[in-house]
C-alpha cells in the first residue's frame, strides 16, 4: 500500500490550498484516514479525520476552516484549507487504514505517506 500526499507549496495567509493523499495497492476497504502534520520544534498532531463513511473530526485550531473529505471510489483523501495562518505551516502526512488482501489472506494495517510542505507567508 502506498499513500501519496500532493497540493503542498507557498500559500499567503487569507488564501486557500487543497491536500491530496492517493492511496494505491492491493487495497480491499479504507477505513479511517487522517491529516497529521508537524511544525519545526512542535509534535506531530493531528489535524483532521474522516471514517469511511464521512463522519469528521478536526482540531479546535481549524474548525470552520479546513475541510476533510475523501473520494471512496478513487481513494483519495482532500483536506481544503481555507484561510491558513502561519501556525499552519507544516509537513502535511496523511495517514489511514487499509485492508489488503494477499496470498495469506486479509490484512489491515495503518499507512503512512510522505509528508508535504505547506508554508504560509505573511
Known amino acids: 500500500v502506498q499513500l501519496q500526499a500532493s497540493g503542498g507549496g507557498l500559500v499567503p495567509a487569507g488564501g486557500s490550498l487543497r491536500l491530496s493523499c492517493a492511496a494505491s495497492g492491493s487495497i480491499v476497504s479504507i477505513n479511517d484516514m487522517g491529516w497529521y502534520r508537524r511544525a519545526p520544534g512542535k509534535q506531530r498532531e493531528v489535524v483532521a479525520s474522516?471514517?469511511?463513511?464521512?463522519?469528521?473530526t478536526y482540531i479546535d485550531s481549524v474548525k470552520g476552516r479546513f475541510t476533510i473529505s475523501r473520494d471512496n471510489a478513487k481513494k483519495t483523501m482532500y483536506l481544503q484549507m481555507n484561510s491558513p495562518e502561519p501556525e499552519d505551516a507544516a509537513v502535511y502526512y496523511c495517514?489511514?487504514?487499509?485492508?489488503?488482501?494477499?496470498?495469506?489472506?486479509?490484512?489491515?494495517?495503518?499507512?503512512w505517506g510522505p509528508g508535504t510542505q505547506v508554508t504560509v507567508s505573511s
Open positions: 495517514n489511514a487504514e487499509v485492508m489488503t488482501v494477499g496470498p495469506f489472506g486479509s490484512h489491515t494495517g495503518r499507512y
Open positions: 474522516v471514517s469511511r463513511v464521512g463522519d469528521t
